[in-house]
């Protein structure tokens, strides 16, 4: 399943989004102002944003312009009750890929939120690789030489990031929410299970990459002779 993040402070209009993401097997995280979202974007990598204009602390245009002189080159729809052109340009200018005035049909916000996420596959590699490791997104499998694992969807999350991050530490705190998404609660050694299990599977495939354990700091996927522990 996807997971993008909406921004939105209208608590109603957030359910009924969301709903019709879910309907769409797309799974959204919500925050309601500029600064959760800025906190959210650093700390887990959302395949798509939206984002709503009149947000409590600013326009969700300072978050959009932000994103992109740090980089973040995340796919962005702009939700706005403003339909002037000058508007829409203003929101075009500021690195936004789609725009969509309110009031919206659903149909056509969840068509635009889903175009967005056919976008990366033009730029990035559909299927991220490292050191002869390979995913799979759409078969949901890891891959090495011949060998391959099927993974679950929160298996598959953490692991796309940890290949991502590919030798950096990354924070259990992360790896929780990559997995579950924000807005769930995840159980107690939840992580810990799919650690173990991912682990397990890296090597029934006969991969040299392994998830080592970073003590009082989190977890990296490096190479088996680089590792600090089994």
Not at 6 to 29: F, N, P, Q
Request: hydrophobic share 45%; aromatic share 2%.
């Amino acid at each position: 399943m996807s997971r993008i993040l909406l921004i939105e402070d209208h608590e109603r209009l957030a359910r009924l989004v969301c709903k019709g993401l879910a309907a769409a097997g797309i799974a959204a995280d919500v925050v309601d102002s500029v600064d959760a979202a800025w906190a959210a974007i650093r700390h887990m990598p959302y395949q798509a944003l939206v984002i709503d204009r009149g947000l409590p602390d600013g326009d969700g245009l300072v978050l959009l312009r932000r994103m992109r002189r740090a980089g973040i080159d995340v796919p962005c729809l702009v939700l706005t009750a403003r339909d002037a052109l000058r508007d829409r340009v203003e929101g075009l200018d500021a690195g936004a890929d789609d725009y969509l005035p309110k009031p919206f049909a659903m149909d056509e916000m969840v068509a635009r939120v889903r175009a967005l996420l056919r976008r990366p596959a033009e730029v990035r590699p559909l299927d991220p690789s490292h050191g002869g490791l390979t995913l799979r997104l759409a078969s949901g499998t890891i891959c090495h030489g011949e060998e391959s694992a099927r993974l679950p969807p929160a298996e598959m999350q953490i692991m796309l990031l940890l290949l991502r991050k590919h030798g950096e530490v990354v924070r259990r705190g992360a790896l929780e929410s990559v997995g579950w998404g924000l807005g769930e609660a995840v159980t107690p050694g939840a992580l810990d299970v799919a650690l173990h299990r991912l682990r397990r599977k890296l090597r029934v495939i006969g991969s040299r990459q392994r998830i080592i354990n970073v003590r009082g700091l989190g977890y990296a996927l490096r190479e088996a002779d680089s590792a600090e522990q089994p």
